[in-house]
């Protein structure tokens, strides 16, 4: 049973890496492959995340849950 687990463990983890081809990177550039698109808007929204939870850190807002800052 070893003998088939290791090398379908082994083969398993090479089939996941990928090569990004050079005419695919612009592809992956793009504003909507970003993990964050807009920085603006996700500092807005963590600023009211923060602020309705009443707590701070993680993202470096600053602020108390009145949402005054």
Same mark, same amino acid.
């Given at each position: 049973?070893? $003998?088939? +687990? !290791?090398?379908?463990? %082994? +083969? #398993? %983890? #090479? &089939?996941? @890496?990928?090569? #990004?081809? *050079?005419?695919? /990177?612009? $592809?992956?550039?793009? /504003?909507?492959?970003?993990?964050? *698109?807009?920085? !603006?808007?996700?500092? $807005?929204?963590?600023? $009211?995340?923060? &602020?309705?939870?009443? &707590?701070?850190?993680? &993202?470096? !807002?600053?602020?108390?849950? @009145?949402?005054?800052?």
């Amino acid at each position: 049973m070893k $003998i088939f +687990l !290791i090398p379908a463990l %082994l +083969l #398993v %983890l #090479v &089939s996941g @890496c990928a090569e #990004v081809k *050079p005419w695919h /990177r612009n $592809i992956l550039a793009q /504003r909507d492959m970003q993990l964050v *698109p807009d920085k !603006i808007e996700a500092y $807005i929204d963590d600023h $009211i995340y923060f &602020s309705k939870e009443a &707590s701070t850190g993680g &993202s470096g !807002i600053g602020g108390g849950g @009145c949402g005054c800052n």
